[in-house]
């Protein structure tokens, strides 16, 4: 997780590493179970960095051939249940998936597709303020959020800009920035742009 320091900054935390990677996407297995950065943060992974935003989160098997099974009849909560089943914690995993939004290069951060797709068992980071201000001055990326193929889009989007706006004191600037991104890649669709937008920066 990103961990907050006095007076608001944060630095970088390791979550866990890269399982699967292609050109325009990667997917990340936790270290620890329910370890997931929130929807819509940035992270980074390998070095150089290869940045990514978390567009989907979810907890499963470890082996896809045991299922999970509902374990709970017999007890009153939900902790209750875990303290009977610690297996529990060594059969499921926490995954994520992230749209790749950049990459750092010889000449500084690139917000396009690095040429290649990061390395399995990268290490893979939470971002500090110092990376989310470097995408709050240049929202283009918010451009590859936007595709159809983006699992609840939206939804990413309006989290992303949720924490760019919280890393920085300009917080009304960041969301008009990334409004007018928005309404270059959304050209028409005053409504979906409203509804992301709604309540961010004020």
Not at 150 to 162: F, K, Q, W
Request: glycine letters at 10%.
């Amino acid at each position: 997780m990103t961990v907050r320091q006095p007076g608001g900054q944060s630095t970088a935390a390791r979550v866990g590493e890269i399982i699967a990677a292609d050109s325009t996407s990667f997917t990340v297995q936790c270290y620890d179970l329910y370890g997931s950065p929130p929807l819509g943060s940035f992270i980074r992974a390998g070095h150089p960095g290869i940045y990514g935003v978390v567009s989907n989160v979810r907890t499963e098997p470890l082996d896809p051939s045991r299922p999970v099974l509902a374990r709970g009849r017999d007890h009153e909560t939900e902790e209750e249940v875990l303290l009977e089943n610690p297996q529990l914690s060594r059969l499921l995993t926490s995954r994520f998936d992230a749209v790749t939004v950049g990459a750092a290069g010889p000449s500084g951060f690139a917000p396009s597709l690095p040429p290649l797709p990061p390395r399995v068992h990268a290490f893979v980071y939470t971002c500090g303020d110092e990376e989310y201000a470097m995408f709050a001055d240049d929202p283009g990326f918010l451009a590859r959020l936007a595709r159809p193929e983006c699992p609840a889009s939206d939804d990413v989007i309006r989290s992303c800009l949720l924490g760019m706006v919280d890393s920085r004191p300009d917080g009304t600037d960041v969301a008009l920035r990334a409004g007018r991104a928005l309404a270059t890649q959304l050209t028409g669709d005053v409504a979906r742009i409203n509804s992301i937008l709604s309540g961010i920066g004020k």
